[in-house]
């Protein structure tokens, strides 16, 4: 009779060896598609790697033209196909990611040994490109829209009041909005002087002498969308809106003296009493309220018209003033973006001395220092 076991015994045997066999061509298998991952891995990073380095160790200069209307993608796909950078994809996502969304029409000499940063950073400079007309205004930190105006109007053929018109154009700049997203319906708040005061970049701008107001306004608020994109996520991070922000940074850069950290202070001055309610007592709004000429005004001017009639003045009206009293530089703009944190509530400055700024946490202290330096 049949031994049922010893037959089981014996089927599992002969079955023993095709389940190893298959059981280690499963393993081989893995092990290949685990291999070719890894490859792909491998490969894939090398080319991100490869394609933020720049494309040559050694300088050689080019030129590259950006022509009008081109975008970030087509412009990574012309860099690329000159050899310019590795990766035309790469290229794009870097650009988009990093905020160089403005590339600015023109000729730009680039060099294959910059890395991605240095050529989408020229060719978002607007004073980069080299087929700019002779023709040049400088907008410094601190300056009044009214300037700009009579700077641009004396080297181009547009005028004075074109300019302040266009400036104060509703529809016009309702147009603009969606090109910059740092222009908003804040900034037509009743009582404001110039709507775009506040939004000017400063920089040296390159102008034709035909150019229209439209243009030349675009060519700078273009820069100022530079600067805006690389603050872009810090503005979406404050408590106070675009407008405010900006609104702010004229006020500090109009009362610094453009040291980062006495900006920075003067920033935190100034939040301590918005956060507590006080007024914020800034004689330079009252200076832009009176619409004293900078090269004639001082302090003790605005000091002694506190009590000057005007939106602007912020010892008469709690908060900020409607808009803006200057065009901030980036230092300004850093210091209300990032200000120091500090239970300063007043500063002065030593402006009969080396014009040290000093900080005080209470009246009393701050009146002393007053008598002690402008007495």
């Not at 301590?272 to 914020?280: C, E, Y």
């Not at 973006?337 to 701050?366: C, I, K, R, W």
């Given at each position: ?97 990093e905020g160089f969304s403005n590339l600015i029409a023109g000729t730009f000499t680039l060099d294959k040994s910059w890395d991605l940063n240095k050529i989408y950073t020229t060719l978002t400079d607007i004073n980069a ?164 000429d900078r090269d004639n005004d001082n302090w003790q001017a605005c000091e002694v018209n506190t009590d000057f009639d005007s939106p ?64």
């Amino acid at each position: 009779m049949r031994d049922k076991n010893r037959s089981v015994e014996f089927e599992d045997e002969l079955d023993r060896p095709v389940k190893k066999r298959r059981h280690s061509i499963l393993q081989r298998v893995v092990l290949v598609i685990i291999v070719l991952l890894l490859v792909c891995i491998g490969i894939g990073g090398w080319k991100v790697y490869k394609g933020f380095q720049p494309v040559s160790s050694e300088s050689e200069k080019v030129n590259f033209t950006v022509p009008e209307g081109a975008t970030i993608k087509s412009v990574s796909e012309d860099l690329a196909e000159q050899g310019i950078i590795d990766s035309s994809q790469i290229g794009y996502y870097y650009a988009k990611f990093e905020g160089f969304s403005n590339l600015i029409a023109g000729t730009f000499t680039l060099d294959k040994s910059w890395d991605l940063n240095k050529i989408y950073t020229t060719l978002t400079d607007i004073n980069a490109s080299t087929n700019q007309s002779g023709i040049s205004v400088t907008i410094i930190d601190g300056d009044w829209a009214k300037h700009i105006a009579e700077n641009i109007s004396s080297v181009t053929n547009v005028s004075y009041d074109e300019l302040i018109a266009l400036w104060n154009n509703q529809e016009y700049l309702r147009s603009l909005m969606p090109k910059y997203p740092f222009l908003t319906e804040e900034m037509f708040q009743e009582g404001v002087r110039c709507y775009l005061e506040g939004y000017f970049a400063p920089n040296t701008y390159q102008f034709d002498e035909d150019s229209t107001a439209q243009e030349i306004t675009e060519k700078i608020l273009d820069q100022t969308l530079v600067v805006y994109n690389q603050y872009a996520d810090q503005f979406a991070a404050s408590t106070l809106s675009t407008h405010q922000i900006f609104t702010l940074a004229s006020i500090v850069q109009y009362e610094g003296t453009g040291d980062m950290e006495v900006l920075k202070n003067i920033a935190s001055v100034f939040y301590n009493r918005l956060n507590t309610g006080m007024t914020l007592g800034s004689s330079v709004t009252v200076c832009y309220a009176i619409d004293f000429d900078r090269d004639n005004d001082n302090w003790q001017a605005c000091e002694v018209n506190t009590d000057f009639d005007s939106p602007y003045n912020t010892y008469l009206h709690q908060g900020l003033p409607p808009g803006a009293v200057a065009n901030a530089g980036p230092n300004a703009l850093e210091a209300v973006l990032n200000p120091n944190q500090t239970n300063y509530y007043y500063f002065m400055a030593d402006v009969y001395g080396d014009g040290t700024v000093y900080f005080s946490e209470t009246l009393d202290q701050h009146n002393a220092l007053v008598a002690q330096y402008l007495g």
